[in-house]
T-cell receptor, first 114, second 114 residues
Framework: GNSVTQMEGPVTLSEEAFLTINCTYTATGYPSLFWYVQYPGEGLQLLLKATKADDKGSNKGFEATYRKETTSFHLEKGSVQVSDSAVYFC?????????????FGRGTSLIVHP | SQTIHQWPATLVQPVGSPLSLECTVE??????LYWYRQAAGRGLQLLFYSVGIGQISSEVPQNLSASRPQDRQFILSSKKLLLSDSGFYLC?????????????FGPGTRLLVL
């Protein structure tokens, strides 16, 4: 079956530091890849997505590139802010039995200190 | 634009009592709908998904059930709550956008079973 593996958290950084959250996946066919962000007490918000190999998704200074050869979709940001503190989920959707079934990673907590 | 509503926002229920959580989507037709549970500090667990009215697929056998009486309404129910049912319940809808089946989440319902 499909699976998504994220690096264990929490990731603790100082403001303006560089961020990388690793995400690797296994899937049959050609999945679409996503990053979602969850702020405390809220639902998940779509952060960015990529639908085919070498696509780069970007939003709010975050970027991730769909790497088919390494089955990865690592999230990066050049300079994090305190307001980026949240839980980040890597996810994929791939067609299975005629339906697009989503698969989520376990989430990585990011804590940014001033 | 599309919006998704969940209610109630928070709920405290005694063990053995019934449950009904409601989710409605506006601004789209025939969406795929999903119920997830998120235990404290943990990832997402897909409970049910629906591709159409009256069509429900269960991902995890348990004392919860789901129904879709209308195209944009998704209800999560239980006849008798257990302590282990406590958690954060998220409803989501999805639509095929280009090559990606993208999910959008509601604000969630926090359920505490005492």
């Amino acid at each position: 079956g499909n699976s998504v593996t994220q690096m264990e958290g929490p990731v603790t950084l100082s403001e303006e530091a560089f961020l990388t959250i690793n995400c690797t996946y296994t899937a049959t066919g050609y999945p679409s890849l996503f990053w979602y962000v969850q702020y405390p007490g809220e639902g998940l918000q779509l952060l960015l997505k990529a639908t085919k190999a070498d696509d780069k998704g970007s939003n709010k200074g975050f970027e991730a590139t769909y790497r088919k050869e390494t089955t990865s979709f690592h999230l990066e940001k050049g300079s994090v802010q305190v307001s980026d503190s949240a839980v980040y989920f890597c996810a994929l959707t791939a067609i299975s039995g005629g339906s697009y079934i989503p698969t989520f990673g376990r989430g990585t907590s990011l804590i940014v200190h001033p | 634009s599309q919006t998704i509503h969940q209610w109630p926002a928070t709920l405290v229920q005694p063990v053995g009592s019934p449950l009904s959580l409601e989710c409605t989507v506006e601004g789209t037709s025939n969406p795929n709908l999903y119920w997830y549970r998120q235990a404290a500090g943990r990832g997402l667990q897909l409970l049910f998904y629906s591709v159409g009215i009256g069509q429900i697929s269960s991902e995890v056998p348990q004392n919860l059930s789901a129904s879709r009486p209308q195209d944009r309404q998704f209800i999560l129910s239980s006849k008798k709550l257990l302590l282990s049912d406590s958690g954060f319940y998220l409803c989501a809808w999805s639509v095929l956008q280009g090559a990606a089946e993208t999910q959008y989440f509601g604000p969630g319902t926090r359920l505490l079973v005492l």
